[in-house]
């Protein structure tokens, strides 16, 4: 009982960092139009409480090909990570689209599959609620 209670309340620290950080900018719109917090920020705020304590390893990553709507030839990179913190262990998987750099491409799939993990812990919750505006 005692480590869960200690374990809410470095979230909830966490996501007062974050917020303090909105007003600097610490959040943009992604390819999508999504706002959420830049990758950078989140995994600086996850370290100020939880350094040496959470870990993340690449399941899997690939590039899909797809077709757009008009017909074009489109390719995606596609990664699942798995994030363990507190002991518990997520996986979850995201995409990019491949616009010019794969390498890019991946590693933008990566840290929004990263914040995505963190968010099964409601770090960085503000954002999953629409609650980020400039």
Known sequence: MEKEIAFKHKVKEVNETLKAGEASGNFTADHKGYTGYKPQYVIDAVNSQ?????????????????????????????????????????????????????????????????????????????AYHGLLKK
Request: net charge negative.
């Open 50 to 126: 939880f350094c040496g304590e959470w870990e993340v390893e690449i399941v899997e990553k690939e590039v899909v090909d797809g077709t757009k709507k008009d017909g074009s030839a489109t390719k995606t990179a596609l990664v699942t990570i798995r994030l363990t913190l507190n002991g518990k262990k997520v996986e979850t998987v995201a995409s990019h689209p491949v616009l010019d750099d794969i390498g890019d491409s991946f590693k933008s799939a990566q840290t929004d599959a990263l914040k995505k993990a963190f968010a099964h812990f409601s770090i960085g919750n503000r």
